[in-house]
């Protein structure tokens, strides 16, 4: 089974779920797939055993071949490459990394043969373990934007002997698409907060339109009131809460997870896996 957790905004406490369900769980596999931000290597102290380079595709131009033709810049559809044609003086092709998609299409149709392709790291893959945890994680390069790409390269590791938990990216853009994308059931955390509910709301409608099974759980709940009126109207299946507890917020700074000081909880996130498995047995 592989569970996505994922929310409408940051700070709400997804690392803080998926690593506590990961140390709650035997025979688990727990993904940081939040590449630009990867936290749980620092609650869950792992032993990297592997890294991988991740890199794509960029178009290179041979101004000694190239004609100006313009081809390549027409079958671009992100305006990645803007070909000026020679009027008095030579012409000139201007290529925009950062818009490039790496679909390969410039080089393809280019009927001189004047454009190749080079490999750029865009980031890396850790592999490893947390005691019986099986670790992985991507790590996105300083000045890349590229998180997506990684994202898809670091899920390729998904065990599927396992269950998976998938740490995802914060709000509902692509990062956070790419991540929950192909999971069995999507746990959206959220704060009792105006704020928490408006982007719960943001996150509901999408994994609504990817066709998710998905539950909600309230962290920080002390008073729940605000998300709890909204599912219930919503018809969203609540899973449960966490309180607010000034224990596991020294816990965290410290880089500790609480589950391994507070024993009441592991109960608690089996219950919420067992709670999940029984929603995803059911169409919603």
Do not use: W
């Amino acid at each position: 089974m592989i569970i996505s957790i994922a929310s409408g905004k940051g700070g709400t406490g997804k690392t803080t779920v998926a690593v506590n369900i990961a140390l709650s769980l035997k025979n688990v596999q727990l993904i940081d797939c939040d590449v630009e931000e990867p936290n749980d290597a620092i609650f869950l102290k792992p032993q990297i055993e592997k890294t991988e380079s991740v890199s794509l595709p960029l178009p290179e131009v041979d101004l000694n071949k190239c004609d100006y033709c313009g081809i390549c810049a027409d079958v671009c559809a992100f305006k990645a490459i803007n070909v000026f044609k020679p009027i008095s003086k030579e012409g000139n092709v201007l290529f925009l990394p950062h818009l490039c998609h790496n679909c390969g299409a410039c080089a393809m149709y280019c009927p001189k043969k004047a454009i190749s392709e080079k490999q750029k790291q865009i980031g890396i893959i850790e592999i490893g373990r947390s005691g019986s945890i099986e670790y992985v994680c991507g790590k996105l390069d300083i000045g890349e934007i590229k998180s997506p790409q990684l994202i898809r390269e670091v899920k390729k590791k998904i065990n599927k002997n396992k269950t998976v938990i998938l740490d995802c990216p914060p709000g509902t853009s692509c990062p956070m698409m790419n991540a929950v994308k192909g999971s069995d059931f999507c746990l959206l955390v959220t704060e009792p907060t105006p704020f928490g509910l408006h982007d719960l709301n943001l996150a509901v409608e999408t994994v609504k339109k990817m066709r998710l099974k998905f539950g909600v759980l309230v962290n920080r709940a002390t008073d729940s009131r605000i998300i709890d009126d909204y599912c219930e109207k919503m018809n969203i299946v609540l899973l449960g809460s966490i309180p607010f507890d000034k224990e596991i917020a020294k816990l965290y700074s410290k880089g500790d997870a609480f589950l391994l000081t507070k024993d009441k909880y592991k109960s608690f996130f089996i219950e919420l896996i067992e709670k999940i498995k029984v929603h995803c047995a059911v169409k919603l």
